[in-house]
T-cell receptor, first 115, second 112 residues
Framework: AQTVTQSQPEMSVQEAETVTLSCTYD???????LFWYKQPPSRQMILVIR??????QNATENRFSVNFQKAAKSFSLKISDSQLGDAAMYFC????????????FGKGTKLTVNP | DTGVSQDPRHKITKRGQNVTFRCDPI?????LYWYRQTLGQGPEFLTY????????KSRLLSDRFSAERPKGSFSTLEIQRTEQGDSAMYLC??????????FGEGSWLTVV
């Protein structure tokens, strides 16, 4: 079965500090995409960052960056200079290239940002 | 363009009743997805449309569930003879081909 594991149900960070959320995945496919989505209390899922598996360079988006370790099937998210608005559920997901490219999600990590 | 729109946002229904949810994707997005999300879980894939064709269905989509996307525009998800286990948030998402998937705000279903 193709799965995504987020081993940290909850994490907390002080405002302005850095936090890393962990994610491992399991797929036998070679061409796939990896994602981190954020779901604030308003419940709309928002894309944070995307990584193509064939790219060795780690993706970055402003304060968000990933550590992609393809051999280890690990895809962690680092949030720098944490802000109160970063508080949300964070979901790691992947999709297989080709076909529907549906997303397979982990169970999520609840991030709390303390002022 | 205001994003993916879902209606209703909340629905409370009695067990055994039928319910229908509507999704209006971002215009010109040919791909449309339905997911189900229960408390404490990540979204689970239900079904996928490319234009008007339903190309993939999850085993989660029992015979009581049906989805349509007439003319490749809006989509509906109908649940017949609802059960308490159907209580969840139903998320719709859309994307262009090989593009970013955008989600709607979801439709909460409570079956009492």
């Amino acid at each position: 079965a193709q799965t995504v594991t987020q081993s940290q149900p909850e994490m907390s960070v002080q405002e302005a500090e850095t936090v890393t959320l962990s994610c491992t995945y399991d797929t036998s496919e070679s061409d796939y995409y990896l994602f981190w989505y954020k779901q604030p209390p308003s419940r709309q899922m928002i894309l944070v960052i995307r990584q193509e598996a064939y790219k060795q360079q780690n993706a970055t988006e402003n304060r968000f960056s990933v550590n992609f370790q393809k051999a280890a099937k690990s895809f962690s998210l680092k949030i720098s200079d944490s802000q109160l608005g970063d508080a949300a559920m964070y979901f790691c997901a992947y999709s297989i290239q080709g076909g529907s490219e549906k997303l397979v999600f982990g169970k999520g990590t609840k991030l709390t940002v303390n002022p | 363009d205001t994003g993916v729109s879902q209606d209703p946002r909340h629905k409370i229904t009695k067990r055994g009743q039928n319910v229908t949810f509507r999704c209006d994707p971002i215009s010109e997005h040919n791909r449309l997805y339905w997911y189900r999300q229960t408390l404490g879980q990540g979204p689970e894939f239900l079904t996928y449309f490319q234009n008007e064709a339903q190309l993939e269905k999850s085993r989660l989509l029992s015979d009581r569930f049906s989805a349509e996307r007439p003319k490749g525009s809006f989509s509906t998800l109908e649940i017949q003879r609802t059960e308490q286990g159907d209580s969840a948030m139903y998320l719709c998402a859309s994307s262009p081909f090989r593009g970013t998937i955008y989600f709607g705000e979801g439709s909460w279903l409570t079956v009492v």
